[in-house]
């Protein structure tokens, strides 16, 4: 019996490192997103926040890329909200494919 909660609790554990790893995975992307769309907000050259956002992997470039679809604010409150929504989606789509599947 022991030895069963042994197993139980260690594959708990692993689980619980694997969710923590994605919850950092997915703060990363958050935050990653949030510089591309901040470069996007700032009227920095696509080009230049390609090699300035991210590890400039296919996945980071496609962030930009992304984040570059969307208009520019024409105010400062209304740049930092669709930097923050931008970030939020980010998030929100990280957690439900790589989270909450272990959930």
């Known amino acids: 019996m022991n030895r ?12 619980q490192v694997f969710a923590a790893s994605g919850e ?7 935050a990653m997103a949030g510089k591309a769309m901040e470069a996007r907000q ?6 230049d926040a390609m090699s300035s956002v991210g590890d ?5 470039d ?3 890329v992304k984040a570059y679809t969307a ?17 939020n989606a980010a998030y929100a789509e990280c957690y439900r494919n790589l989270i909450e599947p272990m959930k």
Request: charge should be positive; include cysteine; hydrophobic fraction near 50%.
């Open 56 to 60: 400039q992997s296919k996945f980071s």
């Open 71 to 87: 208009p520019v604010a024409v105010s400062a409150a209304g740049k930092k909200k669709v930097i923050l929504d931008f970030r």
């Open 24 to 30: 950092d995975t997915c703060k990363k992307i958050s």
């Open 4 to 15: 069963l909660l042994m197993i139980a609790a260690l594959a708990c554990m692993s689980g």
């Open 42 to 47: 700032d009227g920095d050259l696509l080009e």
């Open 62 to 64: 496609a962030m930009v």
